[in-house]
C-alpha cells in the first residue's frame, strides 16, 4: 500500500551534504544501508515546477511513492521536515516530466537533470553509499567514462524495472476488472435462463394451438363420420403430452414442440389432407 500523506512516510537517521549541480544548490540526504535522497522540493525550484503539485503525483504513484521518504533538512537558518525521493527513483521521476511542463529556457536543463543527476549522484555517493568527503560535485573526481556508461545502464534498467513493475500492476487491475465483468456476464445467462423457464406463450400462440386442435376435430369428425367428441379428446390428449393445465400455461420454450406434436397428430388422423392444421403465422414461428 502506498503512502498517503508524509506523516505515513519512512523516516531514518540521515546525514545530510550540500550538492551543487548545474548551478542549482541542492541537498543530499544519505540514508545509511538504504541510499541518497534528494527534497523534491528544491528539484522543483531548480526546474521551475510546482512543488505541491509534483509532490501529489508522486504520492499518488503506485511505485514512485515507494521512493518517497520524510527527511530533515536546513534551511533559512533552521532544520524542517521535507518530501524527499530516493536515487533509485529519481531517474523514474524526472522521466515523467514532460519538457512541455517547463518553461522553454529551463528545458535544457530538464534533459541533464533527466540524464546526468542519478549518474552524479551514483559517482558522488556509490550504490552503498560509501561515505566521502564534504564538498560539492564540482570538487570531486569526474568518474570515468567506463563508470559514466555503467552508471547510465544501472539507471536505466531501474528505471525499466519501475515500468514494469508499474504495468504489472496495471495489469492485474486489468484482470481484477474482466473478471468482475465475467462474473456479471455469468450472472445476466443465468438470469436469461431462469427467465427462459418460466416465460409462458403468447395469447397470439395460445389461440393458434387452440383454433389447431378444434380445426383437427372438426375435419377428422367429418372425415371419419365419427360421433366422438374429438376435440375433447384431443386436448386431454395434448394437455398430457405437454403437461399442462390449459394453453397459456405451456412454456414458451415448449412451443416448438407443441407445434410438433399437431402436425404428428395431423399426419396421423388424417394424412392425406394438407388442410388439416390452419396456416402459421409468422409472429407465431
Not at 524527499?84 to 529551463?106: D, E, K, R
Not at 537533470?113 to 558522488?124: D, G, I, K, S, T
Not at 570538487?139 to 528505471?159: C, D, G, H, K, M
Request: hydrophobic share 45%; with cysteine.
Amino acid at each position: 500500500m502506498r503512502p498517503t500523506s508524509e506523516s505515513e512516510l519512512p523516516q531514518r537517521p540521515a546525514r545530510v551534504e550540500q550538492l551543487q549541480f548545474l548551478g542549482d544548490d541542492l541537498v543530499a540526504v544519505v540514508l545509511e544501508g538504504e541510499g541518497v535522497a534528494i527534497p523534491t522540493r528544491l528539484v522543483c525550484v531548480a526546474l521551475g515546477l510546482d512543488p505541491e503539485a509534483q509532490s501529489e503525483r508522486l504520492r499518488a504513484h503506485d511505485v514512485l511513492a515507494q521512493g518517497l521518504r520524510v527527511v530533515r533538512v536546513p534551511l533559512d537558518g533552521r532544520v524542517r521536515p521535507m518530501l524527499a525521493i530516493m536515487h533509485t527513483h529519481v531517474a523514474f521521476w524526472l522521466a515523467t516530466i514532460t519538457p512541455g511542463l517547463v518553461a522553454a529556457a529551463v528545458r535544457p536543463k530538464l534533459v541533464r537533470y533527466q540524464q546526468e543527476l542519478v549518474m552524479v549522484l551514483n559517482a558522488l555517493y556509490g550504490p552503498h553509499v560509501a561515505p566521502v568527503a564534504a564538498g560539492d560535485a564540482e570538487s570531486l573526481p569526474i568518474p570515468s567514462s567506463a563508470e559514466r556508461q555503467l552508471a547510465v545502464v544501472q539507471q536505466e534498467l531501474l528505471t525499466l524495472r519501475a515500468a514494469l513493475l508499474a504495468l504489472v500492476q496495471s495489469q492485474r487491475a486489468t484482470e481484477e476488472r474482466v473478471d468482475t465483468l465475467d462474473e456479471r456476464v455469468d450472472g445476466v445467462a443465468d438470469l436469461v435462463d431462469e427467465l427462459r423457464e418460466i416465460a409462458k406463450i403468447s395469447a397470439v400462440q395460445a389461440e393458434y394451438l387452440q383454433r389447431s386442435l378444434r380445426r383437427l376435430a372438426q375435419r377428422y369428425q367429418t372425415a371419419s363420420g365419427t360421433e366422438r367428441n374429438m376435440f375433447e379428446l384431443l386436448y386431454a390428449q395434448f394437455k398430457m403430452a405437454m403437461g399442462i393445465p390449459r394453453y397459456d400455461a405451456l412454456p414458451a420454450k415448449k412451443y416448438a414442440q407443441a407445434v410438433s406434436w399437431l402436425r404428428e397428430k395431423a399426419a396421423e388422423l388424417l394424412p392425406n389432407d394438407p388442410d388439416a392444421l390452419p396456416p402459421m403465422q409468422e409472429q407465431l414461428l
